[in-house]
C-alpha cells in the first residue's frame, strides 16, 4: 500500500523538481522517503494480509467449508482509563499560552510538564504486567515519599509565598498593609472554624483548599504582571534618583529624561508590551541624526535598570524606541554639571 | 464455539442490561469519566460534540459577516470584520468539520474492523484534548486582539510588522499549531489501529469503505500536518521577531508559503471529501442491502482520491493569485475521477440491490447535487474566464459553500443520521431528519449559487459596500441560505436532544437496518469492550455472510439465482 | 446449488505490538516536517544572493561538535536496547545514562550556540536566513528535549527492571525515537553546515 504511495510521490517529485521548485522537490522527496520507510515498516511488522477472494472463483460447494467461528473479545487487553492526557493537553495549552504571553508562564507549563510526565510514568509503571503490590509500596514509602514530600512542600511554600509577594508589591503601600492583616485574619478564622468541627468533610476542604489555591495563584501571576509600584528611595545627596520609563502600547508614559553631563544617570526601564521588544536610545535629531547611545533592547514583560554615563555636550536630544521610532519619541535633555 | 449453534440472530447474544429491568442510564453525566476515558466510542462523541458546538458558533459567525456584506451599513467595524470573517473560515473547516468526521470516524471504525478498541487510545484521547486545548486558544486570540492577517487560507505571505507582531497573532500561530497537532497524534492512532488492530479475515481489501477512507485519510493527514507545523514554526517565528523571512523584500519566499501554509489546506479538504466518500459508499451498501458492485474499485477509488489529495501539493505551483482556482490543473481536476466513478458505484448499488428508504439516503443524493453544481461553475468560470483580482473572487466562497465544505457536511449529517441508533442506541426523528437536510441542503445550494453568480459578475472576496443592486439581492439571498444552514444545525440539535437524551427516539437493538459490517453485530450502543463475541471475517460484507449461513443452516437456501445476498429484515 | 458465498477462513496473524507502530507513524511525520523546514532553508539559499548573509559566522566546530554528540548517542542507546535484549541491567542502564548525559551536552551546546549566533548588524539580525535558522534549532531542540524526557523515563524503568528480554518495547520505541532525533540532526547539519 505504501509502497504504490511512495512511488506515486516519488514521481511527483521528479516532476516537481522539473518545475525548479526547491521547497516543492524537497518536501516531495521527503514524503516519499517517510512513506517508503512506513511502507517498509508496515510490511515488516507482520501484518498477514492474504485471504481468497470474494466470491471465490469455480465456486466451492458450501458443505465443504469449515463453519463460521466467533472469538470472544480478551476484555483485559483494554487500556485502563488515565487523566494524564487531559492534563497533558492542558499543559501543552498552558505552554503555547506562554509563548504568546512570556516567560514566566512558559516556565509554568514546564514545571507541569515534569508533572505530568511524572504521573504518566507513574501509571505506566503500575500497569507493567511486572509491577508488584509490595513493589509499589516500596517505591513509594522509600522513593516518592522522602524525596516527594519535600519537594511538594517546598513548592507548595514557594508559590504561596511567591504570590503573596507578588501581590504586595503591587498594590499601593496602605493597601499592601491591610491585604497583609485581612489575609492572616482570615487565615486564623478559617483554621479556628476548622478546628472546632467534629466532623469536616474532606471533600468540602479539598474544594476550598482548591479554590483558594487557585485563586492565589491568578491573583499572583495578575500582580506580577502589573509590576511593583514605585518605590521611593532615600536619596543621597550625591547620586540623583532614577528616572523610571515605563512603555506600554507602543508608547512611552514618560516623554521627558532629564541627565547631567559626565554623571552616573541611573534610568529604569519598563516594557509592559508582553512579547514585543523596545528600548531606549538618544540621538542628536528627532528623526535620524546619529546615534549617542542604544540601550539594550528587552522583551516584554520586563524591566531593566541602564546606568550610563553621558559625556555629550549638553543640550537637547530625542530617545526613541529602535523599534518603533515614530511612535515612541521623548525629550532627552543633558545639563550641564553644577546646573 | 460455531456461530450457527449459540447464535439465532447476528445480533450479540448477551443481554443487554440496559433494556432489562429499571432503565439505568448508559452514559452517566459524571464529568471524571469523560476526562479520563479511553473508551473510543466516548471520544469519539466527544470529538462529535465538540464539532457541534463548534459549528453553531461558526454558522452566528457567518450570519454577522453576511449581514455587513447584504447591509454595509450596519454598524460593524472595518477591522472587526476582518476578524470574524478570518474566525468563520478557519472555524468551520478546522474545528467544525474536521472534527466532526474524526469523531465518527473514532467511534465507527474500531467496530467496523471487529477490534471492539481503538490501539493507542491514549494517544487519541491526547490528541482530543490538544485539539480541544487549540480550539480554545484560537477563540482566545481572536478575542484578544487582532492576529495578523487574515487566517491561513490567503494566498500570498503575511509579512510581520516591524518590532514583531502582538501576542495575539503568537497566540493564533499557536493554536493552530495545537490543532494541527491534535488531529495528528488522532490520525496515528486510527492508523495504528487499523493496521494493527484488524482480526483474521479482515484483510485491508476487506475493510469497509469508510474505515478503509478513514485509513487514507489517516495516512495523507500525516503526511501533511508535519509540513503545515513546520510552515507554521517558521511563521510564528517570523512573526514574533518582526522577521522578513514573509516579507515581499525576501525573494524566493512564495513558494514557502503557498507550500506549507496555504496549501496545507488543499490535502486538508480533500481529506474531508474523503472519508465523506467512504462514510456514503457504507450507507449506500447497508440500506441497498447488498455489498458495494466491486469492493475492490472502491478501494482503488479512494485510495487514489488520496494519493490525489497530497499532489496537489504541486498543482498549483505557477497560480500565483487564486486560492481554490477555477483553472483546474491537470491533478486537481483529476480528483473528480475518483469522485465522479465512486457515485456511479453507489447508483450501480441501489440498482442491483433491494434498497430500502432512509433519511441518510437523502443526505448522499443532495451531496452529489451539490458536488455537481461544482463541477458545472468550475467549467463555467473556466470558459467564461472569470475575473480573479488579486484577493481572490467571490467564487471561491461558493466553491467552498457547496463542494468544499457543503457536501462533506451535509454526509456527515447524514452519517449521524445512519449510525445514530448504534451511537445513542435511539433512532433519531426521519421527519426531522428530513427537515434538517432541506434546511442545510437548500442554505448550501442558495450560498453557494449566490456567491457563484457574484464571482461571475466580479466580485472580489471579502467585498463591503459599493454594491449594486444585483449584488445586493445575491449577498441578500445568501444570508438567508446561511441563516438556513445555522437553523438546520440547531434542528440538529434539538432532535438530538430529544431523541437521545430525553430519550424519546425508538430504541433499538444491534441491528436496526440488516446491515452488512461488523458494527452492527454487536449491541446499540455497545458495551466497553465493544463485542462480546466478534463473528469470523470472510468476506467485505461479513454480516451478511454470517446470515447466509444462519439461513443456510435453517434448511434451504434463500439465495436469489441472481447471486444476491438475501434481504433480511431489520430486527436486530 | 453452490452456495457463491463459501469461502475458506484466513490465516492467523501474530500479535502485533502496538507503541511501535503508532511510534513509526509519529516519525515518519516528523520527518517530513523536517523535509519541509530543510526544504525552505534550500529554497531560500538557492535564490538569494549571499548565503549566509554578510555578517553571519557560523561556527564550524558547533555544527560538528553536534553531529558527533548525536551519532555517540545514537549508539549508546541502541548499545543499552541490546544490552536488555541480552538481560544485561548494569549495561543497559550505563548506557542510558550515557545516552541522557549526551543528549543533554547535546541540547546545552544547541541552547547556547543559538543564544551566541549573533547574527550581524542591521538586517541580518533578522533577516530570513536568521528566521530559518532559529526554525531549524527550535525544531531540532525541541524534539530532542521530548527524546530526553523519554530517555529518562526509559531509564527509570530500566533501573525499576520493568524492561525484560521479551517485553522491552518500550526502550525500543524510545530508541528509535532517539534514533529518528539524531537522524533529522544530521539532515540539518548537512544542510546548514556542510552543504553551503
Known amino acids: 500500500m505504501f509502497g504504490i504511495a511512495a512511488g506515486a510521490l516519488l514521481a511527483a517529485a521528479v516532476y516537481a523538481f522539473a518545475n525548479d521548485d526547491r521547497l516543492g522537490f524537497t518536501l516531495l522527496l521527503g514524503i516519499a522517503l517517510a512513506t517508503a520507510l512506513g511502507g517498509l515498516v508496515l510490511s515488516v511488522a507482520g501484518i498477514k494480509d492474504s485471504a481468497p477472494r470474494w466470491p471465490a472463483p469455480g465456486g466451492v460447494a458450501a458443505q465443504q467449508m469449515p463453519p463460521l467461528e466467533t472469538t470472544p473479545v480478551d476484555r483485559s487487553l483494554l487500556t485502563r482509563p488515565s487523566f494524564m492526557p487531559f492534563f497533558a493537553a492542558v499543559v501543552l495549552g498552558v505552554f503555547g ?30 500497569e507493567d504486567p511486572s509491577f508488584t503490590g509490595p513493589e509499589g509500596a516500596w517505591i513509594s514509602d522509600r522513593l516518592l515519599a522522602p524525596f516527594g514530600f519535600p519537594l511538594i512542600a517546598l513548592t507548595l511554600v514557594g508559590i504561596i509565598v511567591l504570590s503573596i509577594s507578588r501581590i504586595l508589591l503591587a498594590v499601593p503601600k496602605a493597601a499592601s498593609v491591610a491585604i497583609a492583616l485581612v489575609l492572616a485574619v482570615l487565615l486564623l478564622v478559617v483554621f479556628f472554624a476548622l478546628a472546632r468541627q467534629h466532623k469536616v468533610n474532606r471533600t468540602v476542604i479539598v474544594t476550598m483548599g482548591g479554590f483558594a489555591f487557585v485563586a492565589l495563584i491568578a491573583a499572583g501571576s495578575y500582580s506580577a504582571a502589573a509590576g511593583f509600584r514605585t518605590f521611593e528611595h532615600p536619596a543621597a545627596a550625591s547620586t540623583p534618583p532614577p528616572t523610571t520609563v515605563v512603555a506600554q502600547g507602543t508608547a512611552y508614559k514618560t516623554k521627558e529624561i532629564t541627565v547631567t553631563q559626565g ?17 531606549i536610545a538618544v540621538y542628536t535629531e528627532r528623526s535620524g541624526g546619529s546615534p549617542v547611545w542604544n540601550g539594550q533592547p528587552i522583551q516584554g514583560v520586563k524591566k531593566i535598570t541602564y546606568n550610563q554615563v553621558f559625556t555629550v555636550a549638553p543640550g537637547t536630544y530625542t530617545f526613541r524606541c529602535d523599534f518603533h521610532p515614530t511612535a515612541m519619541i521623548g525629550t532627552f535633555t543633558v545639563k550641564a554639571p553644577g546646573s | 464455539m460455531t456461530l450457527i449453534e449459540d447464535r439465532p440472530s447476528p445480533a450479540s447474544a448477551a443481554p443487554e442490561p440496559q433494556t432489562t429491568g429499571a432503565a439505568k442510564p448508559v452514559y452517566r453525566p459524571d464529568v471524571e469519566t469523560w476526562l479520563d476515558t479511553t473508551d473510543h466510542k466516548r471520544l469519539g462523541l466527544l470529538f462529535v460534540y465538540a464539532a457541534i458546538a463548534f459549528a453553531v458558533a461558526s454558522g452566528v459567525l457567518g450570519l454577522i459577516i453576511g449581514a455587513k456584506q447584504a447591509s454595509p451599513s450596519l454598524n460593524l467595524a472595518a477591522d472587526r470584520w476582518v476578524r470574524l470573517y478570518a474566525l468563520h473560515t478557519q472555524m468551520s473547516v478546522l474545528l467544525f468539520l474536521t472534527a466532526l468526521w474524526m469523531g465518527l470516524a473514532v ?3 474500531p467496530l467496523q474492523i471487529g477490534s471492539g478498541r481503538l490501539a493507542v487510545p491514549r494517544l487519541l484521547a491526547t490528541g482530543l484534548w490538544t485539539y480541544l486545548a487549540g480550539g480554545g486558544c484560537f477563540v482566545a486570540s481572536y478575542l484578544i486582539g487582532q492576529p495578523n492577517g487574515a487566517g491561513i487560507t490567503q494566498p500570498t505571505p503575511i509579512p510581520a510588522p516591524p518590532g514583531g507582531a502582538n501576542s495575539a497573532t503568537t497566540l493564533w500561530v499557536v493554536s ?33 469503505a469508510f474505515s478503509w477512507a478513514t485509513l487514507v485519510a489517516s495516512a495523507v493527514t500525516l503526511v501533511a500536518t508535519p509540513v503545515f507545523l513546520g510552515g507554521l514554526l517558521m511563521l510564528g517565528l517570523d512573526q514574533h521577531f518582526g522577521g522578513t523571512l514573509f516579507s515581499p523584500r525576501t525573494p524566493g519566499n512564495l513558494p514557502i508559503w503557498q507550500h506549507t501554509v496555504w496549501l496545507y489546506g488543499r490535502p486538508d479538504v480533500y481529506l474531508l471529501t474523503l472519508v465523506a466518500l467512504g462514510a456514503a459508499t457504507d450507507i449506500v451498501t447497508t440500506h441497498a442491502h447488498r455489498p458495494s458492485l466491486d469492493h475492490r474499485a472502491v478501494v482503488v477509488l479512494l485510495g487514489l482520491f488520496g494519493a490525489l489529495s497530497l499532489t496537489s501539493f504541486v498543482a498549483s505551483d505557477s497560480v500565483t493569485h487564486a486560492v481554490i482556482v477555477p483553472t483546474y490543473t491537470i491533478f486537481t481536476a483529476a480528483v473528480a475521477v475518483p469522485l465522479g466513478l465512486t457515485a456511479l458505484l ?40 472569470v475575473n480573479f483580482p488579486n484577493g481572490g473572487s467571490v467564487w471561491s466562497a461558493g466553491n467552498t459553500h457547496t463542494v468544499v465544505a457543503g457536501a462533506p457536511t451535509l454526509i456527515a449529517v447524514g452519517a449521524i443520521y445512519h449510525w445514530a441508533p448504534k451511537m445513542w442506541g435511539r433512532t433519531l426523528n426521519t421527519v426531522v431528519g428530513g427537515l434538517v437536510f432541506l434546511c442545510l441542503f437548500v442554505g448550501f445550494f442558495a450560498a453557494g449559487l449566490c456567491y457563484y453568480l457574484l464571482g461571475y459578475n466580479g466580485a472580489p472576496l471579502g467585498q463591503i459596500g459599493g454594491l449594486s443592486s444585483y449584488q445586493k439581492t445575491l449577498y441578500d439571498i445568501a444570508e438567508t441560505g446561511g441563516a438556513l444552514i445555522v437553523l438546520g444545525v440547531l434542528v440538529l440539535v434539538i432532535d438530538l436532544v430529544v431523541s437521545v437524551a430525553a430519550a424519546r427516539g425508538t430504541r433499538t437493538g444491534g441491528d436496526p437496518y440488516g446491515g452488512l459490517t461488523l458494527e452492527w453485530a454487536t449491541s446499540s450502543p455497545p458495551p466497553a469492550w465493544g463485542f462480546e463475541d466478534v463473528p469470523e471475517v470472510r468476506s467485505e460484507a461479513p454480516l451478511a455472510y454470517v446470515r447466509a449461513e444462519v439461513g443456510r443452516a435453517r434448511g434451504g437456501s434463500d439465495m436469489g439465482d441472481r447471486g444476491e445476498l438475501p434481504a433480511v429484515g431489520g430486527a436486530g | 446449488m453452490t452456495a457463491p458465498l463459501a469461502l475458506p477462513p484466513a490465516g492467523r496473524t501474530r500479535p502485533r505490538n502496538l507503541v511501535n507502530i503508532s511510534l513509526l507513524m509519529i516519525v515518519t511525520g516528523g520527518l517530513v516536517m523536517f523535509a519541509a523546514l530543510i526544504g525552505a532553508y534550500v529554497q531560500l539559499s538557492e535564490v538569494a544572493s549571499h548565503w549566509p548573509p554578510a555578517g553571519v559566522n557560523l561556527d564550524e566546530y558547533v555544527g560538528n561538535m553536534l553531529a558527533i554528540t548525536a551519532v555517540m548517542s545514537a549508539i549508546t542507546v541502541e548499545w543499552s536496547w541490546y544490552s536488555v535484549k541480552r538481560d544485561d541491567q548494569a549495561q543497559a542502564t550505563w548506557g542510558l545514562s550515557v545516552t541522557a548525559l549526551l543528549g543533554a551536552s547535546f541540547l546545552v551546546l544547541l541552547w547556547d550556540s543559538a543564544r551566541r549566533i549573533g547574527f550581524g548588524p542591521g538586517s541580518a539580525k533578522i533577516g530570513a536566513f536568521a528566521i530559518m535558522y532559529y526554525a531549524l534549532m527550535v525544531a531540532s531542540g525541541a524534539l530532542a528535549l521530548l527524546g530526553l524526557a523519554a530517555l529518562l523515563l526509559a531509564l527509570a524503568r530500566t533501573v525499576g527492571r520493568q524492561m525484560t528480554p521479551t517485553h522491552n518495547e518500550m526502550l525500543r520505541a524510545v530508541a528509535w525515537y532517539w534514533d529518528f532525533v539524531v537522524i533529522c540532526w544530521l539532515a540539518v547539519w548537512a544542510t546548514v553546515w556542510v552543504f553551503t
Open chain 2, 107 to 109: 467511534y465507527v471504525v
Open chain 1, 263 to 279: 554623571r552616573v544617570a541611573t534610568i529604569v526601564f519598563q516594557n509592559l508590551d508582553g512579547g514585543t521588544y523596545h528600548n
Open chain 2, 176 to 208: 493552530l499549531a495545537l490543532i494541527g497537532i491534535g488531529f495528528l497524534l488522532a490520525a496515528a492512532s486510527l492508523l495504528t489501529t487499523i493496521v494493527a488492530l484488524r482480526p483474521d479475515g479482515m484483510t485491508l481489501m476487506r475493510v469497509p
Open chain 1, 97 to 126: 499560552v506562554g509563548l504568546a504571553a512570556g516567560h514566566a508562564v512558559v516556565i509554568v507549563g514546564l514545571i507541569l510538564g515534569v508533572f505530568v510526565t511524572a504521573g504518566w510514568l507513574a501509571q505506566c509503571w503500575r
Open chain 2, 346 to 385: 453507489w447508483l450501480g448499488t441501489m440498482a442491483r440491490g433491494r434498497p430500502r428508504f432512509h433519511v441518510s439516503l437523502a443526505y448522499i443524493v443532495g451531496a452529489i447535487l451539490l458536488w455537481a453544481s461544482g463541477a458545472v461553475n468550475a467549467i463555467a468560470a473556466a470558459a467564461s474566464h
